[in-house]
């Protein structure tokens, strides 16, 4: 028969977190790594009990208790801070002497080889806590590469979609984003004013100046506009010289008929380029969303801005119109316009 | 060529010699970028493309810049998390070195499409070890000569290295431990590594 201490000097190598309990439930011995979890602790004679909590299963509290779980996994915890948790197996030693319980950390491993500063050779050879431990070392890295990629993804993205969402010239929104904020409000259910502007005299300035100094009225024209605008509203360059603004929540006439005057006279200052003066105007067309019923499509909203700036033009340009039902081009007076604004830019 | 190699590569170059410098060597490669990313795969010949041209803008030898990349690879705080991965290898030098057996399926474990060479270690007598680097990824045993002369370090050994050329189309490392706990080593904290 082999001696007790022998066995416990084999459970020392093959198991350094072995506790060793005798009849009634007395530690008789514990393996070196367990023992490194408390330092301090005097081991021997202690009830295993006093030492750990039982957390599973529940119906454990006594040594007979402890002996019938034989095989059986254990869930348990230090009594005393920290109260790192730990699993374990009881195998009964021969004659009624007491029982060998293996312990190991489980999960808790991370915490528990930092707060016990542990080493490799705190564990079995065969054990694959090392093995663990390298794995989730190596995964963070690879994951933390993994989400900087991610990130710098993420800012192509949106720097790709700001691109495509502006217009590189003068920095507003294009087509596309206000076509976008149009569906956006419509679909929400939103109130808001739509204002689709018209240069007056641009191709002037173009034919006679060139493209240099069509640009640079633009520009000046974006500058303008953003500046008599709210943060919240779109100003967006729709084509060559036409833009649309949207005001979200606007409802009231007078006040988009006020921001219509006083932008078509700042548009009317002349814009200084290469020692010359480019004068440009602007010819406006409002119309709300409370003016219909939904639903209603982008199309029609914008073509009632559309209506209202033609009428603006054909009032005389440099001035602003409302949309107003029965509103329609005439295509013969649409043609005839179109003759008047051809001399006219000739 | 994995990008993590590629990104070490660049890594190394940019700390090194500066970001300028690399600028330089990727001008030439001409590849149309500057920056790899460490989770893409590139093509081979780009990787070749973008070493040679490092060869050409760092007038230096090629298996010398690339032992020092293995060096940097062990002692550069920046890739700390590398020195921890092989140093989970062993507690000591020699245990360290019977790990490179397994180094390649490592790697995979951790990342799973960056496949590497084989590395199979002879032990000739106490002390005395070939590491024979398989084929597949050009210069690796240069780079494996300066990580293994950067874990000497790392462990406190005192270690001598030679490249003894190509036999049988796998390259040879011999490495002689002339003595342990030479100097103080680093210090390797399993549990360092924050969660």
Redesign the interface.
Known sequence: MMHIHELTSIADQLCPMHAMVDASGRLVSVGPTLKKLRPDLNWEGKRFFRVFDMARPRWVRSMDDLLQTAGAKLHLQFRDSPQTSLKGVLVPLPQGKGALINLSFGISVLEAVRDYDLTSADFSPTDLTIEMLYLVEAKSAAMEASRQLNLRLQGAKIAAEEQAFTDTLTGLKNRRAMDHILERLIGSGTDFALMHVDLDFFKEVNDSLGHAAGDAVLQNVAKVMVECTRQTDTVARVGGDEFVMLFEGVKEPKVLEALATRLIARLEEPIPYGGRLCKVSASAGTTMSVWNTHPFEAAEILHQADLALYAAKRAGRSRHCFYEQGMQKDEQQAGALADVVQMQKR | MHG?IN?AIQAFAVSTYGAERWRDVMDLAGLGFTEF????IYPDDQSNTMLAAMEQVLERPLPEILEDMGTFLVSNPQVE??R??LR?G??NYVEFLHSLDDLPD?AR???ADLHLPALELVEHSPGQFDLICQPGLPGYAYVMMGVLRAMGDDYGDLVILDHRGTQEGAEVISITLVETDFAEGRAF?????S?
């Open positions: 993590l990104r990313e460490a989770m893409l998390a590398l921890r991965l989970f062993g507690v490592r474990l951790a990342v904290d399993l549990g360092a590594h969660l």
